[in-house]
């Protein structure tokens, strides 16, 4: 219906042109949108405003001349000219109705586009040390860099999902040796624990399976654990593998699984960060100054230039970063995607002015950065701060076993991601219209409640008296609801564009709203076959639209609830 307003608008703009009345080089981006007020029609356009100035007219006169100019249309029953020269459309019923059809026929598929066009496309998301459990803040960015995901393969694009391991660095050291001080018989509360040891119970899990001999089968490794407490670099392999099947066993309890795991690691092992360093160095970006290797990241717009090989020959993070992105647009990603917490909103411009010092035709901006921010997690009011697992952070396995995973995933992701979270236990576990995904999941359960109903009361679904009879749903909750449907496709195009799936959240649960008030208002099981027809075709095709739009943000659809 709004593809069909802004055709017509734009005719009227051709028209007018003609006439003389408007410029003929104007061109002017058509903006349509939903009303709020149902009582100033189903859709509205502010155009007449944007061109009064260059057609030298008040904006209600071009109002006017642009209705005048509007071509006879089936799809519009009237229209009116409102407030200082906004222009409403009503839609006729037969052309609301269609979507029912639309949805009907494309299922599955219904919101789904080709815009993508089938161009390529890496997400990095996660990416958590292999140094403990994966916390809730981990979670956040799974639910968004999962859901992100599927709303570009929605659209079109081909995606490939990448889980970067830092298994290389100081963080891994202090998890060997605090695996291999537990296995010494050593406590956290002891003198001689690492000074910056991991203190987490799993350190004690580790230990235990090191010492008992056991085999790890982690993502890409097998290792067999050789019992000794004082082979550190045996310790360290083990650890790393532990830690990395209990993350993979994390991820799929949440319904995540990737295309890429890439060890940091194999960066030095491939000779890559070594690789970036002479080349950076050829290209004249460095020098040398108190013992220490410098990149001149001022020149590409960093407040300051950064250190990248400190004066004991180590080097800092974001050297290796820069030679891992370098990777990624060797490996033909045009596009990337890094979805990561708020903490790495320092790295951000060090590493694109390492990729643009390298001079090989990088484009500025690259790679494309989605940062969350924190989560707190509250109980009662209360916040919850500790986990028996992890010792000092609440784990996402712990949100997953108190709340289940459709809330966990639904609740991290239906908040724009650069926006604090308050995880509330006891919300998301409540049956109640408070609690947004259940109000969601709710709505579908209901269709399906109806459709049992009709089929126990020997009224079952009849498809094709129903599209025969979409015309009566005439009601306004009735055509509120179809043109909540209508938006869908547009909804997941917009949140693909922008990397913003909890904008599907917020449609699901504007859906839900109008879906209920509908149901409310307007009684389905009527004894006229073509009514309760019609008015079954359009609870399935709410069913349908709720299940596509959860499916985009990896949470189920129940039947029953």
């Known amino acids: 219906m709004k593809e069909t307003i802004i055709a017509l608008l734009d005719e009227a703009l051709a028209a007018l042109k003609q006439q003389g009345v408007l410029p003929a080089d104007i061109a002017p981006t058509i903006k349509v949108d939903p009303t709020k007020d149902k009582a100033h029609g189903d859709y509205a356009t502010n155009l007449a405003l944007m ?11 071009l109002a006017e001349a642009l209705v005048a100019a509007l071509p006879e249309s089936s799809a519009v029953s009237s229209t009116e000219i409102a407030g200082p020269g906004f222009i409403n459309f009503f839609a006729a019923t037969d052309a609301v109705a269609q979507v029912v059809q639309q949805v009907l026929d494309a299922g599955d598929t219904f919101g789904r586009s080709l815009i993508g066009k089938g161009q390529k496309v890496q997400v990095e998301f ?5 140094t403990g459990p994966l916390h809730v803040g981990h979670g956040r960015g799974a ?11 929605a659209t079109g694009y081909d995606v490939t999902r990448e889980f970067y391991y830092n298994d290389a660095g100081a963080q891994i050291s202090n998890l060997a040796l605090s695996v291999q001080a537990r ?13 910056d040891g991991y203190r987490g119970g799993y350190i004690e899990d580790v230990a235990a399976s090191y010492l008992a001999g056991e085999t790890i089968h982690a993502d890409d490794r097998h290792v067999t654990a050789k019992a000794d407490a004082d082979d550190l670099d045996a310790i360290r392999e083990f650890a790393v593998a532990y830690l990395r099947r209990e993350q993979d066993l994390d991820l799929k309890a949440f319904g995540v699984e990737f295309d890429v795991y890439f060890l940091e690691s194999s960066l030095y092992d491939d000779g890559k960060v070594e690789a970036t360093v002479a080349k950076l160095i050829d290209g004249g970006h460095t020098y040398e100054e108190d013992g220490a290797l410098w990149l001149r990241t001022t020149d590409f717009g960093d407040d300051k ?29 045009g ?30 901006g690259w790679p494309d950065y989605v940062l969350h921010q924190m989560v707190l997690v509250t109980r009662s009011g209360v916040e919850v701060k500790l986990s028996k697992r992890a010792g000092s952070y609440v784990t996402l396995r712990d949100l997953i076993d108190e709340v289940g995973r459709d809330a966990t995933r639904y609740f991290l992701a239906a908040r724009r991601a650069d926006s604090q979270l308050t995880f509330d236990i006891d919300l998301a576990r409540s049956q109640s219209n408070d609690n947004p995904v259940y109000y969601v999941q709710y709505a579908h359960a209901r269709v399906c409640s109806v459709l049992r109903r009709a089929e126990a009361d020997h009224k079952p679904f009849d498809p094709a008296l129903a599209v025969a009879s ?12 179809m043109n909540r449907l209508a938006r869908f496709p547009e909804v997941v195009e917009h949140a693909a564009g922008n990397r913003e799936p909890q904008q599907v959240a917020q449609y699901l649960q504007d859906l839900a709203a109008d879906f209920h008030t509908c149901y409310n208002a307007v009684k389905v099981m009527v004894d006229d076959d073509a009514q309760r027809n019609a008015r079954l075709a359009l609870g399935l095709a709410t069913r349908q639209v709720i299940r596509n739009g959860l499916d985009l943000l990896g949470v189920s659809a129940p039947e029953e609830m």
């Open 183 to 195: 296995a010494k018989g050593l406590g956290p509360d002891d003198p001689s624990w690492p000074e």
């Open 335 to 364: 596009q990337v995607i890094n979805e990561q917490g708020a903490d790495h909103h320092s790295t951000v411009t060090r590493v694109r002015a390492g990729l643009q010092a390298l001079e090989t035709g990088i484009p500025q």
């Open 126 to 130: 996660v990416s958590a040390n292999p």
């Open 470 to 481: 979409l015309a009566q749903l005439e009601a306004d909750q009735e055509k509120a609801l």
């Open 51 to 61: 061109l009064a100035k260059p057609a030298g007219k008040k904006p209600r006169e």
């Open 143 to 153: 639910a968004i860099g999962d859901s992100i995901c599927r709303l570009l393969e």
């Open 305 to 333: 230039d950064r250190v990248m090989r400190k004066r004991d020959g180590g080097y800092t993070y974001f050297l290796p970063d820069v030679a891992y992105h370098f990777d990624k647009w060797q490996r033909g990603f």
